[in-house]
Structures are given as structure tokens and as C-alpha cells.
T-cell receptor, first 115, second 115 residues
Framework: AQTVTQSQPEMSVQEAETVTLSCTYD???????LFWYKQPPSRQMILVIR??????QNATENRFSVNFQKAAKSFSLKISDSQLGDTAMYFC????????????FGQGTRLTINP | GAGVSQSPSNKVTEKGKDVELRCDPI?????LYWYRQSLGQGLEFLIY????????KSGLPSDRFSAERTGGSVSTLTIQRTQQEDSAVYLC?????????????FGDGTRLSIL
């Protein structure tokens, strides 16, 4: 079974700093997708960024970028120039294309951006 | 609608009562997913629908849990004889299709509290 591990339960940085959230996963599949979701106190899960496993280039969305290391099964999220609105729970998620058709989530990292 | 709609937003009920949670997916989305998020935890997959069919019910925690979807649209998650461990946020998501590599779109969830 696929598993996703986020080893940092909580992180805290000052506004404008750069922060990296770690995520590792375990799978025997070769074709899959990885996502980072943000969950503010409103509870809604908001997509931050996604990465296709077959693409070597790391995905980037404005201040958000990933470091995808397929061989190491690592998928970290870097937030540059952090803002107060980035305060939220961040979940790493794995989706396999040929299997159970479900997202498998990590336990989450609670990120706090301090003014 | 514009997004995934879930109702009620919050539900408080006594142990032993039955509850129904509703999810209205984005128009045109044939895939629908239910997840459970216990306090401070990641999301746990419960069940998914492709159209009105639920190929994978393995995530349902017990036979007290059931779900249905009619007309390829609205889905209802029913929990019978609720227990305190059922207290959680129940999130619904939808997508164009289960094999889609597009991200799932989430509703705001139903917070269920069992007294």
C-alpha cells in the first residue's frame, strides 16, 4: 500500500522568510501524481501545486516550488517570501493512476507565519 | 454550482443516532470522493463513486457507514448508530473522472460531533 510521510508536525517562520516542508512517499508504481494541498482554518482543501512523476522538471507556482527526487521518493515544498496568509495546514498527497483511484495523504504540517 | 457544496456545515448529535451528510459535486464531475479527517490528522479515504457506482468501499470503517449517489450527482454518506469515535470532519471532493490527473476539488466539509 502507498504511504505518505510528513516528518514535521509543526513549523514556524517569520514573514518573508523561506520555508521548506518535507514529504516522502512509498510506492512501487512508476506513474503517479503528487500534490500539495493547503488547509486554512476554513477547512477547505486548496491545491497549491502538483507534480507528474514522469516529468523531471520541478513544478513551480509563483512563490511555491517543489523539489521532486523520484529515486529518493521525496517531494518537498518550498515557500519563498512567506506571507501571513500562508499560515495553514499543508498536506502532501499521492495519487496513483492505475490503482485504487484515491488520494493518499500525509499527516500534515502545521505552518505558522509570524509577523 | 461553482464548487463542491456540503451540508450541513456542522452537525452535533447524540451517540446512537443516525446522521446523513450530503455532498453536491461540481456540475459535470462524474467522480466523487468521501474522506474523513479526525482531529489533527490527515485525510482518510472512505469511498469513491464513478457515476452512481462505488467500485471501492474498502475505506469504510465499519458496516455502520454507507454511501449512495443517485443521478450521478448528489451523494449521501450515512452513519448509523453513531459512536464518539465517529467525530471528525467529513470532506467530499469531486473530479472529472476517477482516472483524471486533474486535482480533486474539495468542499468545506461537515464537522460531525458525537456527544
Amino acid at each position: 500500500a502507498q504511504t505518505v510521510t510528513q516528518s514535521q508536525p509543526e513549523m514556524s517562520v517569520q514573514e518573508a522568510e523561506t520555508v521548506t516542508l518535507s514529504c516522502t512517499y512509498d510506492t512501487s508504481e512508476s506513474n503517479y501524481y503528487l500534490f500539495w494541498y493547503k488547509q486554512p482554518p476554513s477547512r477547505q482543501m486548496i491545491l497549491v501545486i502538483r507534480q507528474e512523476a514522469y516529468k523531471q522538471q520541478n513544478a513551480t507556482e509563483n512563490r511555491f516550488s517543489v523539489n521532486f527526487q523520484k529515486a529518493a521518493k521525496s517531494f518537498s515544498l518550498k515557500i519563498s517570501d512567506s506571507q501571513l496568509g500562508d499560515t495553514a495546514m499543508y498536506f502532501c498527497a499521492f495519487f496513483e493512476t492505475g490503482g485504487a483511484q484515491k488520494l493518499v495523504f500525509g499527516q500534515g504540517t502545521r505552518l505558522t507565519i509570524n509577523p | 454550482g461553482a464548487g463542491v457544496s456540503q451540508s450541513p456545515s456542522n452537525k452535533v448529535t447524540e451517540k446512537g443516532k443516525d446522521v446523513e451528510l450530503r455532498c453536491d459535486p461540481i456540475s459535470g464531475h462524474t467522480a466523487l470522493y468521501w474522506y474523513r479527517q479526525s482531529l489533527g490528522q490527515g485525510l482518510e479515504f472512505l469511498i469513491y463513486f464513478q457515476g452512481n457506482s462505488a467500485p471501492d468501499k474498502s475505506g469504510l470503517p465499519s458496516d455502520r457507514f454507507s454511501a449512495e449517489r443517485t443521478g450521478g450527482s448528489v451523494s449521501t454518506l450515512t452513519i448509523q448508530r453513531t459512536q464518539q469515535e465517529d467525530s471528525a470532519v467529513y470532506l467530499c471532493a469531486s473530479n472529472f473522472a476517477t482516472f483524471s490527473n486533474q486535482p480533486q476539488h474539495f468542499g468545506d466539509g461537515t464537522r460531525l460531533s458525537i456527544l
